[in-house]
């Protein structure tokens, strides 16, 4: 079966310290793996998407991601996190239109 | 360029009703697809459809029903609603990524 998961339901970090939102897949073949955020009482937005080639991918606003397919994993970071980073974010494979859960990122003053 | 439009943004319908729910996309794109957010369970796929005249079932298919007369819109239908369709549903179309619409809060009472 082909799925993604989201390890943890809530992320919080201080504001200016590194944080990470994990992802991991099962899909078999080649994965098109996806970060999206949602802002509250909106729809989802795109931040970064990793076809082929390099395994660090970087998106929209200063986040990044690394695709590690022995560990298959597909975590998004971002170096000093903002208050405004503040949202709720969802890892996708696009293979079967499978988004994981969802993690409620919070960054603290 | 509106991208995806998704109408009406709110409504609340009494058990049994019926009600429809449109998406427009202005970019040409083959791919449409209806999710439904709950809490805690993240993105659900309801149906999709991969061109004009053609859909088909997603993850939680039972209780809507969809068409794709036109490739600009993609239609989703309760026939007769019921609490449990109580949700967020969001529209979205693929090109390298996806683009979401704003999406619809629906409460059934």
């Known amino acids: 079966a082909q799925s993604v998961a989201q390890p943890e339901d809530q992320v919080n970090v201080a504001e200016g310290n590194p944080l990470t939102v994990k992802c991991t897949y099962s899909?078999?073949?080649?994965?098109?793996l996806f970060w999206y955020v949602q802002y509250p009482n909106r729809g989802l937005q795109f931040l970064l998407k990793y076809i082929t080639g390099d395994n660090l991918v970087k998106g929209s606003y200063g986040f990044e991601a690394e695709f590690n397919k022995s560990q298959t994993s597909f975590h998004l970071k971002k170096p000093s996190a903002l208050v405004s980073d503040s949202a709720l974010y969802f890892c996708a494979v696009r293979k079967d239109v499978r988004f994981g859960a969802g993690t409620r990122l919070t960054v603290k003053p | 360029n509106a991208g995806v439009t998704q109408t009406p943004k709110f409504r609340v319908l009494k058990t049994g009703q019926s009600m429809t729910l449109l998406c427009a996309q202005d970019m040409n794109h083959e791919y449409m697809y209806w999710y439904r957010q709950d809490p805690g369970m993240g993105l659900r796929l309801i149906h999709y459809s991969v061109g004009e005249g053609t859909t088909a079932k997603g993850e939680v298919p039972d209780g809507y029903n969809v068409s794709r007369l036109k490739k600009q819109n993609f239609l989703l239908g309760l026939e007769s609603a019921a609490p449990s369709q109580t949700s967020v549903y969001f529209c979205a179309t693929n090109g390298y990524g996806y683009t979401f619409g704003s999406g619809t809060r629906l409460t059934v009472v």
């Open positions: 899909v078999s073949g080649n994965p098109y």
